[in-house]
């Protein structure tokens, strides 16, 4: 059981009717098939967008990192104004 799980069943406790109803009625929604499929997929959608933003971020560094090696510019200074790593730099001079 989790946080959120914990504090309904210490408000259900209470024995107020309106929220032990209220708490029923989550409890079911919750259980369904359907909503734990939306989800899955919202869950999906969220990896998926953070996935994606990482990917961008990245091909990114490795294009700056690029026209700065070919600028010229000591691998220090590229590790510094990407965080890319001394590895990932020299396999983009090869």
């Given at each position: 059981m989790?946080?959120?799980?914990e504090e309904l069943e210490k408000?259900?406790?209470?024995?107020t009717p309106v929220m032990s109803q209220?708490?029923?009625a989550y409890y079911t929604i919750t259980a369904s098939s359907e909503f734990r499929e939306k989800e899955r997929l919202r869950t999906k959608a969220r990896h998926d967008e953070a996935q994606?933003?990482?990917?961008a971020d990245r091909n990114a560094k490795l294009g700056i990192?690029?026209?700065m090696i070919s600028d010229g510019e000591p691998v220090e200074k590229i590790i510094?104004?990407?965080g890319?790593?001394?590895e990932?730099?020299?396999?983009?001079?090869?």
């Open positions: 989790g946080y959120r799980e408000i259900k406790e209470m024995e209220a708490i029923d994606a933003l990482y990917n990192a690029r026209n510094r104004y990407t890319l790593t001394k990932n730099i020299e396999n983009l001079k090869v």
